[in-house]
């Protein structure tokens, strides 16, 4: 496998079956370059090959999903039949792959081990590790040309300062390397950057136990990240737990109990508010950390509402998991179409507005909603949501297959979207309870949420991304 490119402006890939027609801005005569081997980018991977379109993914990590392979340990709350690719599923079946248990709920290190790792083993040298995009803009051209621009290819900077031309951009880089800062009001704390903080998912019960045990932990965040540290701070001996959150209540964390279609997901919040009942995490509402710094008796906090008031906590190690914001920076000399509230496509951002959706009642949506001014530029998955939480793969899948399907021309099938994402609503909580007797819960440590049953609590339902 080739780690980077050798600084020449042109690549030349060996092509998977003839390439169709060009359209939607895209160049036929060169690939379209997938950012990030994460899943979704390999899912784009996958549809590319299905219609013969010549492609390569640069992956900026020492391996394939590698910001996947940071929470690892983590078991996610959305069974195997949601997070296989179609596209993906039959090039592997062809290949003699069979899939995981469709309702079992893997970690993130099964992810990669059962599924990705075996799908970019079929792509070979189309896949490129330690190769990270610093720059996307048009050959011979900034922002502001006009003539001709739809005409150039894209150019592409690696960090190693070589250069790649390609005939579409299919950016799935993520939002994993971006985390938002602890501070309230989006601005970082003062002091921020000057203490040891933690970001989301750290490995509790693993690597990381020695750096948690026996230590006054504060995890700040609402959403799924916190709840999961949470959880496994929880099982650990004489650490006591503070629990951060802007809100006046956890509501909204604590998501939609029994009545969520993904029963792991409404399990994760259930358990999280018993913890908080019985006292074995302290919570504490409307808190807008302002200051943190160091102090011979551990890490002071400060929190100041918006009406001034000010209160403080000393911790010995914080864990800020406040959620991620895109980073469009590599294509500022691109012209995109941002929405100025999320980040994300101006036609896409009232789909997904998390004041108004969650990751079930986000509608159908595809490349039209994904395209920017910049014909051929397309970013997909996480990022393409901004700073919305309320993605899920099944729906980055889609847009993956919509994209493709418009640089090959087929418009049809590009705005024949389909989505059928989990809602909460009613449903049986038998598959998650039963996986919980044998490995853990979703959201979770594998090998076990609690040492112990908690009783079940009544919830109010939110979001489902907090």
């Not at 392979?69 to 069974?79: C, D, Y």
């Not at 899920?392 to 847009?399: D, S």
């Not at 112990?452 to 979001?463: E, H, K, N």
Request: proline letters at 6%; glycine letters at 12%; charged letters at 20%.
């Amino acid at each position: 496998m080739s780690d980077s490119c050798c600084g020449t402006t042109t690549i030349a890939i060996e092509q998977l079956t003839a390439p169709r027609q060009a359209t939607s801005g895209r160049r036929d005569d060169l690939p379209v370059v997938v950012i990030g081997a994460g899943p979704v980018g390999l899912a784009a991977a996958a549809h590319l090959a299905e219609r013969g379109i010549d492609f390569l993914v640069l992956e900026a990590g020492e391996r394939i999903a590698a910001s996947i392979a940071q929470w690892g340990h983590v078991r996610v709350f959305s069974p195997w039949k949601y997070d296989i690719d179609a596209a993906a599923r039959r090039l592997l079946e062809a290949d003699g792959w069979s899939a995981p248990d469709p309702e079992w709920l893997p970690t993130g290190a099964e992810i990669i081990a059962d599924y990705l790792a075996p799908l970019a083993e079929l792509f070979g040298d189309r896949v490129r590790t330690d190769a990270r995009v610093t720059a996307v803009s048009r050959l011979g051209y900034d922002r502001v040309r006009t003539a001709g621009r739809e005409q150039a290819p894209f150019l592409i900077r690696l960090a190693d300062g070589g250069e790649l031309q390609a005939g579409a951009i299919i950016d799935a880089s993520g939002t994993w390397t971006t985390p938002n800062a602890l501070g309230a009001s989006g601005l970082p704390a003062h002091g921020e950057n000057e203490v040891s903080i933690d970001h989301a998912l750290p490995d509790v019960l693993g690597t990381d136990r020695h750096r948690y045990e026996g230590r006054h932990v504060l995890v700040v965040g609402a959403g799924h990240s916190s709840a999961t540290t949470l959880l496994a701070l929880a099982q650990l001996d004489d650490t006591p737990i503070t629990w951060a959150i802007r809100a006046g209540n956890a509501g909204r964390a604590y998501g939609g109990g029994d009545a969520d279609a993904l029963p792991a997901r409404g399990a994760l919040g259930t358990r999280l508010h018993a913890l908080v009942t019985s006292g074995r995490i302290q919570l504490l509402t409307g808190f807008f950390t302002h200051q943190v710094r160091a102090t011979g008796d551990g890490v002071e906090v400060t929190s100041r509402t918006p009406s001034g008031a000010e209160r403080t906590i000393i911790v010995d190690r914080i864990v800020s998991a406040t959620g991620y914001r895109p980073d469009h920076s590599i294509a500022a000399e691109l012209r995109l179409d941002l929405d100025p509230v999320l980040g994300s496509t101006r036609a896409l951002a009232p789909l997904i507005d998390p004041n108004r959706h969650s990751c079930g009642t986000v509608p159908p949506h595809g490349v039209d909603e994904l395209a920017h001014p910049e014909p051929g530029y397309y970013a997909i998955g996480v990022k393409s949501y901004g700073r919305a939480p309320t993605f899920l793969l099944a729906t980055g899948y889609e847009q993956a297959r919509s994209v493709v399907a418009a640089l090959a021309g087929d418009w049809e099938a590009a705005r024949d979207v389909q989505l059928d994402l989990p809602e909460t609503g009613v449903c049986s909580s038998g598959p998650a309870e039963d996986q919980e007797q044998r490995v853990g819960l979703a959201g979770g440590i594998s090998g076990g949420l609690l040492s112990a049953p908690l009783p079940l609590a009544t919830v109010s339902t939110g979001s489902c991304c907090g």
